[in-house]
């Protein structure tokens, strides 16, 4: 299959620009389009046929289910069975945003569209493109992130044709995502709302507007365990993993850097190539030839905007071990820390 590529200006565009890709949506075909937090892979979250061909371009198991992606209110509620005040405060305070949240579903969403689970996951995103694309094309747009099963997210068109091209009929290329990583998602189907994945939006956020809510222990993790999976299916898998061996280096900045540079020095007698991730504050210090800043622990929102990206370039200059310093787990820091252990599959060093 050839794929487009168009770009398209996020800060100006005519609607005759997504013509082609609401086209391909209303048609059951594949678009994959820039939201605010990574790219999605969108096709019409009520046509089962455009859901398999989602799982199949992703390489993605089947019973892992997809974000249903709306423009307007009312839409949710041709989604969801039941709606809880709670949700829809949550909705009147952070959509359109970086929130997902879970409901009972409704009949007409496709058990292929949820990964065969009575429940529906839905999200308004707060982008331009994304937003017009969902209007013009009249589509409830399944969407989940648009790279490969098991690679990191793609934050820029790039990486979704190095990872989908051939694969879908088009990209809307709108240049970087904002935020760069995954949205919050929060079960709303009990009587607890439950964060399954950590995001833009913290606990502390959502608690500000609706009282208590509660972690997935699987969220909490450092390490696997046997006996909790998490609930939402997407979070059991390894993911986000480059082919290198990452591991985190938790501690005292002087310690880590020490540590990072004691292995260092064993790498090289060996011959491998090693790599540091390092902060705009830290990354003097360290001795090894191949050093790369992932930006300053004063803007956390930088580090995740750049993160997936420097977990790529890891791949494309053959990283075979690489070390990254820890953050901080409050704000975007939790976000940031889980999705880093999921990538170094819970490898990590404490000094
Ligand atoms: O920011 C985002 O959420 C991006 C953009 C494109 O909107 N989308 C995204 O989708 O990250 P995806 O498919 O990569 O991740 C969706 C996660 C998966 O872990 C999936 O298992 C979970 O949401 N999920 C979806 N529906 C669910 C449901 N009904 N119950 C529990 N978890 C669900
Ligand atoms: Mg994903």
Same mark, same amino acid.
């Given at each position: $299959?050839? *794929?487009i590529?168009?770009?398209?200006?996020?800060?100006?565009?005519?609607?005759? %620009?997504?013509?082609?890709?609401?086209?391909?949506?209303? *048609?059951?075909?594949?678009?994959?389009?820039?939201?605010?937090?990574?790219?999605?892979?969108?096709?019409?979250?009520?046509?089962? /046929?455009?859901?398999?061909?989602?799982?199949?371009?992703?390489? /993605?198991?089947s019973?892992?289910?997809?974000?249903?992606?709306?423009?307007?209110?009312?839409?949710?509620?041709?989604?969801?069975?039941?709606?809880?005040?709670?949700?829809?405060?949550?909705?009147?305070?952070?959509?359109p945003?970086?929130?997902?949240?879970?409901?009972?579903?409704?009949?007409?969403?496709?058990?292929?569209?949820?990964?065969?689970?009575?429940?529906?996951?839905?999200? $308004? &995103?707060? !982008?331009?493109?994304?937003?017009?694309?969902i209007?013009?094309?009249?589509?409830? +747009?399944?969407?989940?992130?648009?790279n490969?099963?098991?690679? &990191?997210?793609p934050?820029?068109? %790039? !990486?979704?044709?190095?990872?989908?091209?051939?694969?879908?009929?088009?990209?809307?290329? =709108? =240049?970087?995502?904002?935020?760069?990583?995954?949205?919050? +998602?929060?079960?709303?189907?009990?009587?607890?709302?439950?964060?399954?994945?950590?995001?833009?939006?913290?606990?502390?956020?959502?608690?500000?507007?609706?009282?208590?809510?509660?972690?997935?222990?699987?969220?909490?993790?450092? %390490?696997?365990?046997?006996?909790?999976?998490?609930k939402?299916?997407?979070?059991?898998y390894?993911?986000?993993?480059?082919?290198?061996?990452?591991?985190?280096?938790? =501690?005292? $900045?002087?310690?880590?850097?020490?540590? +990072?540079?004691?292995?260092?020095?064993?790498?090289?007698?060996?011959?491998?190539?090693?790599?540091?991730?390092?902060?705009?504050?830290?990354r003097?210090?360290?001795i090894?030839e191949?050093?790369?800043?992932?930006?300053?622990?004063?803007?956390?929102?930088?580090?995740?905007?750049?993160?997936?990206?420097?977990?790529?370039?890891m791949?494309?200059?053959?990283? %075979?071990?690489?070390?990254?310093?820890?953050?901080?787990?409050d704000?975007? =820091?939790?976000?940031? $820390?889980?999705?880093?252990?999921?990538?170094?599959g819970?490898?990590?060093?404490?000094?």
């Amino acid at each position: $299959m050839k *794929t487009i590529i168009q770009k398209v200006n996020p800060e100006y565009f005519e609607d005759s %620009e997504l013509e082609a890709a609401s086209r391909i949506l209303q *048609t059951g075909g594949l678009v994959a389009f820039p939201t605010e937090t990574v790219y999605g892979l969108g096709g019409n979250a009520l046509l089962p /046929r455009a859901a398999q061909r989602i799982y199949a371009a992703k390489g /993605r198991p089947s019973d892992n289910p997809l974000i249903v992606h709306i423009a307007e209110m009312d839409h949710l509620f041709d989604l969801a069975e039941e709606v809880s005040d709670k949700a829809l405060a949550l909705a009147e305070t952070f959509w359109p945003g970086p929130l997902t949240m879970i409901f009972p579903k409704k009949e007409s969403v496709p058990a292929s569209t949820t990964g065969g689970l009575r429940t529906v996951a839905v999200r $308004m &995103p707060n !982008h331009p493109i994304a937003a017009a694309l969902i209007r013009q094309s009249g589509v409830y +747009i399944a969407a989940p992130s648009a790279n490969l099963s098991g690679r &990191p997210s793609p934050t820029k068109a %790039e !990486h979704v044709i190095e990872d989908l091209e051939g694969r879908i009929e088009l990209i809307l290329d =709108g =240049g970087r995502t904002g935020i760069g990583i995954e949205s919050t +998602i929060v079960d709303m189907s009990g009587d607890m709302p439950v964060i399954l994945r950590p995001g833009f939006y913290t606990k502390i956020m959502l608690e500000g507007v609706i009282g208590r809510v509660s972690v997935d222990p699987a969220v909490l993790l450092t %390490e696997p365990k046997e006996d909790i999976t998490a609930k939402a299916p997407g979070m059991k898998y390894r993911h986000y993993a480059p082919k290198g061996q990452l591991t985190v280096v938790e =501690g005292d $900045m002087e310690r880590v850097v020490a540590k +990072i540079n004691a292995l260092t020095e064993e790498h090289q007698s060996r011959q491998e190539k090693a790599v540091v991730i390092a902060t705009e504050e830290s990354r003097q210090f360290y001795i090894s030839e191949h050093v790369y800043s992932i930006g300053s622990r004063k803007t956390e929102g930088s580090i995740a905007a750049g993160l997936y990206d420097i977990l790529r370039l890891m791949d494309h200059i053959g990283a %075979e071990f690489i070390y990254i310093e820890s953050f901080s787990e409050d704000t975007l =820091g939790s976000a940031i $820390m889980n999705r880093l252990l999921k990538a170094a599959g819970y490898h990590r060093i404490q000094v």
